[in-house]
């Protein structure tokens, strides 16, 4: 079965600090891997997706993640975090079954920004 | 107006009692599901649909039951709630697209629903 593990549960950065969040997945084929944000009470918002093509891709809010198949990560990283982005980020991936498509998320990792 | 809206936004209820929650989009997506958030465990997905007509169970579907009334429209149901079932609630609509599992998904500001 597919899954996504985010080892991290919660993370806490300096503002102005880099950020890399990590994702890992279990899937079979070529994944489909997101990555969403939660901000406090607010339902999520997608940052960023991969599909296929350049395994760097960029995202909304100055994000960025990076497809590894080889390490079988699709870590978030931002090289200056702003105290905004304090949420809880999720990464998902599309599990493919009987031609149908969900996604299947991680457990997710908050992200605390100190002034 | 948002895209996606559920209604209510928050609600406390008994056991036993029957609840439904709603979801409606604006965005014209041939496309919904119902998820639930539980702290610690991410997302879990409840039901989809992929059509008016097209209903399928998703990981955790006991307990619950759906009703798609219209394109727009995509009722979550629990019969007799039970306190396990405290958790929040996220509607999601998505868009089919010429090659299917690209198709990105857009979430409601969600339901928070408290059983006693």
């Known amino acids: 079965a597919q899954s996504v593990t985010q080892p991290d549960i919660h993370i806490t950065v300096s503002e102005g600090a880099s950020l890399e969040l990590r994702c890992n997945y279990s899937?079979?084929?070529?994944?489909?891997l997101f990555w969403y944000v939660q901000s406090p009470g607010q339902g999520l918002q997608l940052l960023l997706k991969y599909f296929s093509g350049d395994t760097l891709v960029q995202g909304i809010k100055g994000f960025e993640a990076e497809f590894k198949r080889s390490q079988s990560s699709f870590n978030l990283r931002k090289p200056s975090v702003h105290w905004s982005d304090a949420a809880e980020y999720f990464c998902a991936v599309v599990t493919v079954g009987t031609g149908r498509r969900a996604l299947t998320f991680g457990s997710g990792t908050r992200l605390q920004v100190q002034p | 107006d948002a895209d996606v809206t559920q209604t209510p936004r928050n609600r406390i209820t008994k056991t036993g009692k029957r609840i439904m929650l709603e979801c409606s989009q604006t965005k014209g997506h041939d496309r919904m599901y119902w998820y639930r958030q539980d702290p610690g465990l991410g997302l879990q997905l409840i039901y989809y649909?992929?059509?008016?007509?097209?209903?399928n169970k998703g990981e955790i579907s006991d307990g619950y039951s759906v009703s798609r009334q219209a394109q727009a429209k995509f009722s979550l149901s629990l019969e007799s709630a039970i306190p396990n079932q405290t958790a929040l609630y996220f509607c999601a609509t998505s868009s089919s697209s010429g090659y299917s599992g690209t198709d990105t998904q857009y979430f409601g500001p969600g339901t928070r629903l408290t059983v006693l």
């Open positions: 649909s992929f059509d008016v007509k097209d209903i």
């Open positions: 899937y079979g084929a070529t994944p489909y």
